[in-house]
T-cell receptor, first 115, second 114 residues
Framework: NAGVTQTPKFQVLKTGQSMTLQCAQD?????MSWYRQDPGMGLRLIHY???????DQGEVPNGYNVSRSTTEDFPLRLLSAAPSQTSVYFC??????????????FGSGTQLSVL | DQQVKQNSPSLSVQEGRISILNCDYT??????FLWYKKYPAEGPTFLIS?????DKNEDGRFTVFLNKSAKHLSLHIVPSQPGDSAVYFC?????????????FGTGTRLKVLA
């Protein structure tokens, strides 16, 4: 059981380049989300999805796009990378949402550097 | 506007003693709280949770206390072990309003000294 899989683990981009961070889960989870972790800022929610075809913005959505065409996949797109997007990105999922006793399962992260 | 705050960036504790990590929140609609543990170069892993209908939840060496009137929760680790050295994040969510967001704090780095 792979859980939440993120690729790539490391990426270096130049300012203005685009790329997609991949996230896949094999647990049939309805809810998926993306966070970024920065020193002193903790984990901040970028975008989330409560099911295929449904996405919404989190705390820091600017500069990022998402889509959810399948239950399993939730890619995060950077259309024009900026140095401020240098961060560690985590994908997380849960079976459902809006219920007590749920918990998020996290991937191992993608470390992104934008030069 | 930081809705979930962990005001201690770091904490050092001797092995065998109690570790107490604190978390404050501002949104009175939050009704479910979680603690996560994170080792370097790994994703956060779930530790323990508590709903607002309780004021205490225990799981082995880990106990979470919730004070709703003060909008404060704490994680107690007894006894602390060197393997507990990690960054701990608290998180909160509102399960009733349909916002579907888990909001995390800034984390506390715990170092357990052998």
């Amino acid at each position: 059981n792979a859980g939440v899989t993120q690729t790539p683990k490391f990426q270096v981009l130049k300012t203005g380049q685009s790329m997609t961070l991949q996230c896949a889960q094999d647990m049939n989870h309805e809810y998926m989300s993306w966070y970024r972790q920065d020193p002193g800022m903790g984990l901040r929610l970028i975008h989330y999805s409560v099911g295929a075809g449904i996405t919404d913005q989190g705390e820091v959505p600017n500069g990022y796009n998402v889509s959810r065409s399948t239950t399993e996949d939730f890619p995060l797109r950077l259309l024009s990378a900026a140095p401020s997007q240098t961060s560690v990105y985590f994908c997380a999922s849960s079976y459902s949402v809006g219920r007590l006793n749920e918990k998020l399962f996290f991937g191992s992260g993608t470390q992104l550097s934008v030069l | 506007d930081q809705q979930v705050k962990q005001n201690s960036p770091s904490l050092s504790v001797q092995e065998g003693r109690i570790s107490i990590l604190n978390c404050d929140y501002t949104n009175s609609m939050f009704d479910y709280f979680l603690w996560y543990k994170k080792y370097p170069a790994e994703g956060p892993t779930f530790l323990i949770s508590i709903s607002s209908i309780k004021d205490k939840n225990e799981d082995g060496r880990f106990t979470v206390f919730l004070n709703k009137s003060a909008k404060h929760l704490s994680l107690h680790i007894v006894p602390s072990q060197p393997g507990d050295s990690a960054v701990y994040f608290c998180a909160a969510t509102d399960t009733t309003s349909g916002t579907y967001k888990y909001i995390f704090g800034t984390g506390t780095r715990l170092k357990v000294l052998a």
